[in-house]
Every structure is written in structure tokens, then in C-alpha cells.
């Protein structure tokens, strides 16, 4: 099989032509949907279309949370993350692409701090792996190094059980969505960074953009090509694209999520931790502190900037302050130095999350040949199944690599 | 029992001296603290300082949705909100003011249209006259021209069940908060309108607003009144005072809403119907529409404004558009021209509602002498009787106007 061309910059000539399915959106989900569409349908000409690099400086894959574990799901999502979870393990596996110096999914384990083993917790409790557990035995699972920390992260004087998933852990969504792009690329797809999209009934206008010296971002180049089907799978800018350009309204929140950094060095093996909104995971030579749902959706004029506390500016937006200093007497380590806000907005890693109805990824046939596909919070258990759901639902196969319990 | 008095501008000279309660805030919370503060204490020195006339413009109240119903209430809040509704029937009775022209509370019913009839429902099935009725049945309870209006605003071929309650109803809430204001000054409480307050520990600082003959709005006097308990029920506002004057943070959501109109004269006593996200009421020659809980809590930053439709602006914002849009199949009365979503967001009726924690009114002490009391989306129900609790808690009165089921 012949593999497609990337192309990066307008120095390279695009030939154009018409293409079968065009993506616009080289996120997590746009190159896993090309990468499945190129392995179903070999004869389709496909192109993604992704207006900055990848990962995209603006969305939301550079800062995906990037946790994996198996509660709160029902059964028949189960399997698919089961599944998902299978190809962050190997993605070379799956999509023939080795990038061995690529960050790997650390299988830690994933814990949820409970004030009580209550039903509550037993009516969400699908994973095979998971276990409800004394808090001192779940703490003895791990080596005193990582006990220690643990004993220092969270009060567990307040902890009446814990919910344990052993297959839990967390990973690089950046690498897994790189391995989908070479893989996609290696199948025959196109891939034209550095491009706008604007939509059109039955094609794609590209707008290929160049830095002047001035540093100045214009359009270089604009060409038209027709497609036949298109796939927005721009993360929360996708449903405003689609009603802007094609006047189709998906009504669909987005929110601007930020991950503050908890800077202590992480002991080794030292598992993901989920109690009072908040999740820690380790990463990067700290802890990224990723915020539960809220904040929820932001009103379409929202303009991402920090918050003030007592009058006193910090880069964290004050939703997610009122959750960490709520949260206080349950994780002491946000009292001390080491929990970073920021100054401004800038000093805090964040970026856009799309929210879809009802809480999962999903895509949807918006009109002929027109289909959104859209990942938000779930898109590190569920963002892939969803991506090969629809290539596959296109193709026309029966059959998906998971099996529903 | 001598009388208050009410100073609403500066050319009236307020003496000062030391007041035993001074509560910021002239809404429905705060005249209603007051109230019973000076029943139950009568020798308490009480204050109202309310930054803007009754009901204030900003505030919630003037825009409070103004519904009663029963469903949806834990056991412990459906005695309170019972005696809320018989408070609001007999506004006289309680406060002993009378306000004869003033409109009255409107028992015409409240129905939620179901697609099916659940157990989910029976959950929330509290309420002493809610029934669970086939919608045929419940239609038939109207004359025949409510029914037929009925039939215009909603899908009823959609519907399988009508929760139904015949205490249900409408009123204002606007004429309640007065009577409870008329009554708070009568026993002897003292009120201060065009007043901003400044928080102190132990003290408020008073700056009385005048306006110019150039329409400014202007300081003409700052005075200074010791106080031995300060209550702040200023809404939405409340918790940033409390944070920005006395350091004190009290993480609470707020929300811009929006009521837009639907255009149509009621049929004589049409009741209130809950469907798909929205409420609609009789009042004012129209209907209101109320929308659902959405929008959430909004960012601190956002300033109220209008919303785009496929590039077009509108009154309503953007979030309560995309709710309509998915009631449409629901609501077939919204789809018309009937629906009035205004130009822009000065067209539609709205204002800042609190979101307290928990989603119910509540009180509570967040330092020495210094209370917080906040509304939100269900003061209609339960403001009220949060305001009594708190009064008779401050006066160690132990029983309560309502009995717990």
C-alpha cells in the first residue's frame, strides 16, 4: 500500500484533487477515525486537514487529562474502554507505528477515595478490576516510599474506603494520537498541517497559512477541494464551524479546563488518586491536579483568564480555586508552597475541552455527508472506540474489536 | 410597638448609632430575616441597607421566577416549602400588611409533562396533592379553552404521564418581599435604601448614593454604624462582599438568567408546565419561559449579553438558544414568532441568581457575628423559611412554623 504525504508547509506543493473523506481536525479522534477509515475502505482517498501542528497548540489534546480506569462506566461502554485501554498498553500493536521513546501508559493503578463503602459506589462498579478496600490495605499494596507520599497528599483519617482499579493508570494522549497520525499517514491517508478549513456542501476550502518574517500568521494559499464526506473532528470548535460555515446548529457546551501543577517529586509507582474533584496524577516531574467536570460549560464569550482570591490575583480560573480550597481539609497538599496558581493564565497549563450532550464522545450525522465527531472528559476511556464506531459504521462493517458484557 | 423608619435619599438625615443586626440586602431574604428578627426579638436594634430601591434592579427578586410546586423535595423541605405556600396565599396573615392591589399568589396548578410514568418520578414523589396522571386526564381538569391552549404549546402525542399538583402555582415575588418589608419597618425595623455598605469587622460603613442632574450616580455621604451581627443577603453578590471587604471566601456559583416571552394571551387559568428543561407561566398578558437550572454558574468575568444564531444576533443568550432548540419537538409553540428572543440582551427579562452549594437556600455563619444568607433557584419555595431558621436561630427560639414529615 502506498503511504500519503504530509504536508507542513506551503513550500510544498499541494496537488489538490478531490477526496472521499475529508477530516478536519488533527486531534485524537480525527487521526484515529482516517487511520480506521484507510484500514476499512483501502480504496478511500482521505485527507485531514489540521490548522496548527500536532498536537494543535489551541486544543485539547496537548493538555488531555489522560487517565485511564473502569469506574462509573455503564456495562455496555465497559468494553469499549477495556478495549481502549488494550491499545494505549501497545499502541504499536494496533496501528503498526513505532515510536519507541515515546512516553508509555504507566499502569500505577487508579484510586478513589471514599468517605464510605457505600451502595452508592457499588451501583458504578463495572470494572473487572476493581476493588473496595480498607484504606490500610490499600495503602500496604504499595512500597513505603510511595506510602509515604501518599500519606502526605491526602488526610486518609477521613477516608472510609477506597475504590481500586489495578489496570488503572495513565498515559500519553499526545503520543497515542502521534502513533494514529504515522499510522494513518503509512495507510495512504494525506495530511496537510498548518490549514484552515472552511466548509462548503460537498467540499473544502483550505487556507494554507505561512509566517511572514514579521511573525505575522496570513493565508498563502487558498484552494478549493470537493469531498465527498466530511468529518469535523475540530474539539469544541467543531460545532461552531459547522453552523458558521454550513448554518448546521449542534448545540454542545466547551470549557476552558486548566491543570494546575503540584510541584513535589513523585515517588516511584505511586498510583492516580481521585477524592473530592479533584484527580492527581503523576507527570513531568510533579503531579498534575486535573479538576472533576466543573468547571462545566462557558458561556461562548468566556475569554480564558485566572482568578483573584481576596483580591489578589492567581494564573487559576476561581471556579477551580473554590473547588481547591474546598477541598483543603481533604488534600492537605494543596495548603502548602507546593500547589502552583500561577500569576496569569499563561503560567497555568490548560485549553479548550468540548462538552458533548450527554457526557460521552459520540458522533452524529448532522446532515448528508456531514458528520461531527466529538471526544470531551471521556475521550481518554472512550475517544478511540468512538473514532473506529464511525469509521467502521462507514464502511459498512458489522463487527467492532470489543465485545459488549 | 413604635415603628422603623425608611430613609431612601440623602435629604432624609439618618442619625446612626449602633444597631444590634444589620442585614445588607433589601431582597426577598433579607426583609423577610428582618421581619423576624424584630417578631421574635423585640428589642433587637435591626437595619436593611439596600444599595438600589425594593426590588432592586440588579437584583434577583424583581425577575424571580416566582413558581410553587411540591415534586422534587426531600421530606425534611416539603413541610417548609408547605408553609412557604401558605405564606405566600395569605401574605397578610404573616406580616399583617396589607397590600390589596398588589397581584395575588395564583394556585391554577403545576403540571410536569413525562414521557413515561417512571419510578424514577415516584422518587420525587413528595408532595400531599401531586398525582400521577394519563395526560387525557389531565387535560379534561381544564375548560376547554385551556385545553385548547394546551394543545398549541405542547406536543401532548409526546407525552405518556403528567405529574400534577393542584396547590401548584404562580405569584409574585416582588409583592411578597414588600409585604414582609412593610411588615419588618411596622415592627420596627429601619431602612435604608440607595445605600451602599462596606464591610467592617464589628462595623458597616454606609455610603448613601445620590444621583446628579446629570445622571450620576455619586457618594453624598459615608457614615460609619457599629454592629453586633451582620447578615448578608445580598444574592448573587453576597459571598464576593463578604470575600472582598472582610477576607472572608465563600465559594457560591452565580448565573446570569433569562426569561424570554412567548407571545400569546393566556386562557383563563392555564396552569404552570414544566417539559423538556423549561417552565412556562401566565403573567403579563404573555407567558414567561423559565428556563431549568441552565445556564450553571458563569465565570466571574462574564457580562450578560445576547447570543448568535447561525451568525444572527439575538436577546437570548447562547446557552438558553441551544436549550429551545432542543425542545422544539417538545414545545411546538416555541418554533413560531410567538417566541420573543429580543435584539439584543437588554430586550429579554433576566438577572443574577445565586447558586448556593447544594442548590438549596441557605444561611450560614462565616465568621464571628457575621452571617451569609443566599437564595438561589429555589427561594420561591424554601427562601422563606431559611430566613425564619436563621432569625429564630439567632433568637435560640427552638420550634419552627412548619412540622417535618
Chains 1, 2 share one sequence.
Not at 489534546?61 to 461502554?77: I, Q
Not at 513531568?284 to 482568578?307: I, M, N, S, T
Not at 476561581?318 to 496569569?344: H, V, Y
Request: with cysteine; glycine share 14%; hydrophobic share 40%.
Amino acid at each position: 500500500m502506498k503511504p500519503g504525504k504530509v504536508f507542513s508547509h506551503v513550500g510544498q506543493a499541494f496537488p489538490g484533487g478531490a477526496y472521499d473523506y475529508v477530516i478536519v481536525g488533527g486531534g485524537r479522534l480525527g487521526l484515529a477515525v482516517a487511520f480506521y477509515l484507510r484500514r476499512a475502505i483501502p480504496e478511500a482517498r482521505v485527507l485531514i486537514v489540521e490548522q496548527s501542528g500536532i498536537p494543535s497548540e489551541g486544543g485539547a489534546l496537548l493538555h488531555a487529562r489522560g487517565v485511564w480506569h473502569s469506574a462509573d462506566l455503564p456495562p455496555g461502554k465497559l468494553a469499549q474502554a477495556t478495549w481502549a485501554r488494550q491499545v494505549w498498553q501497545d499502541p504499536e500493536a494496533e496501528t503498526g507505528t513505532r515510536r519507541p521513546h515515546d512516553p508509555r501508559f504507566q499502569p500505577v493503578g487508579w484510586a478513589r477515595a471514599l468517605n464510605v463503602a457505600s451502595e452508592d459506589t457499588e451501583d458504578h462498579f463495572h470494572g473487572e478490576g476493581l476493588a473496595l478496600l480498607e484504606p490500610q490495605a490499600f495503602l500496604s499494596k504499595f512500597s513505603p516510599d510511595a506510602r509515604e507520599q501518599l500519606g502526605t497528599l491526602l488526610d486518609w483519617s477521613r477516608i472510609g474506603a477506597v475504590q481500586f482499579d489495578a489496570q488503572g493508570g495513565y498515559g500519553s494522549a499526545t503520543s497515542l494520537a502521534l502513533s494514529y497520525g504515522y499510522g494513518a499517514v503509512r495507510l495512504g491517508a494525506d495530511l496537510l498541517l498548518n490549514t484552515e478549513a472552511r466548509l462548503h456542501p460537498g467540499a473544502v476550502e483550505l487556507r494554507r497559512l505561512d509566517i511572514t518574517p514579521r511573525m505575522e500568521v496570513v493565508v498563502a494559499q487558498t484552494l478549493r477541494v470537493p469531498c465527498a464526506h466530511l468529518i469535523v473532528a475540530a474539539g469544541s470548535e467543531g460545532p461552531a464551524l459547522l453552523e458558521s460555515d454550513l448554518g448546521l446548529v449542534c448545540p454542545h457546551g466547551r470549557a476552558y479546563a486548566q491543570f494546575p501543577r503540584l510541584e513535589l517529586p513523585p515517588a516511584a509507582g505511586i498510583p492516580v488518586i481521585s477524592r473530592a474533584g479533584f484527580t492527581v496524577r503523576s507527570g513531568e516531574g510533579g503531579f498534575r491536579v486535573l479538576p472533576a467536570a466543573a468547571p462545566g460549560g462557558d458561556p461562548p464569550e468566556y475569554q480564558p483568564c485566572g482568578g483573584r482570591l481576596t483580591g489578589v490575583p492567581v494564573g487559576v480560573r476561581r471556579e477551580i480555586l473554590d473547588e481547591l480550597l474546598l477541598s483543603l481539609p481533604d488534600w492537605p497538599a494543596f495548603e502548602g508552597g507546593a500547589l502552583n496558581l500561577g500569576k496569569t493564565v499563561v503560567d497555568v497549563p490548560g485549553g479548550w475541552e468540548a462538552r458533548p450532550r450527554g457526557g460521552w464522545p459520540l458522533w452524529r450525522h448532522v446532515a448528508d455527508n456531514v458528520t461531527l465527531l466529538l471526544g470531551g472528559l471521556e475521550s481518554d476511556r472512550l475517544g478511540l472506540p468512538t473514532a473506529l464506531d464511525l469509521a467502521y459504521e462507514l464502511a459498512g462493517i458489522a463487527g467492532r474489536p470489543w465485545h459488549d458484557v
